[in-house]
Nanobody
Framework: QVQLAESGGGSVQPGGSLRLSCAAS????????MDWYRQVPGKERESVAS???????KYADSVKGRFTISRDNDKKTVTLEMNRLKPEDTAVYYC???????????????WGQGTQVTVSS
């Protein structure tokens, strides 16, 4: 079993910055893709940023140039640095990790509990 713990959410004014972190823990496991999603009530959950095992990153057009995703393979964490935040960025942000424990023969998706990010004046 792999568990994800998110932190870093909060309220900020437009143009401000926040840093979200997600730490994976559990039995011995291997982490593959690490992503950040966000969701607004009544809307579909959307991908914000992703980083694969080779370090290749991908961003949604709405956050490109403002957000930066990174990972620490030793600590098994993924971070999302959010700069020049806009009210449209307000949402619950979810960490997503695809991982496989040493006891498994296939990888599985794991979701964090979600952390609220509010951007307003």
């Amino acid at each position: 079993q792999v568990q994800l713990a998110e932190s870093g959410g909060g309220s900020v004014q437009p143009g401000g910055s926040l840093r979200l972190s997600c730490a994976a823990s559990g039995t011995r496991f291997v982490v593959y893709d690490m992503d950040w999603y966000r969701q607004v009530p009544g809307k579909e959950r959307e991908s914000v940023a992703s980083i694969d095992s080779l370090g290749a990153t991908k961003y949604a057009d709405s956050v490109k140039g403002r957000f930066t995703i990174s990972r620490d393979n030793d600590k098994k964490t993924v971070t999302l640095e959010m700069n020049r935040l806009k009210p449209e960025d307000t949402a619950v942000y979810y960490c997503f990790v695809r991982a496989r424990t040493y006891e498994q023969i296939a990888s599985y998706p794991y979701w964090g509990q979600g952390t609220q990010v509010t951007v307003s004046s």
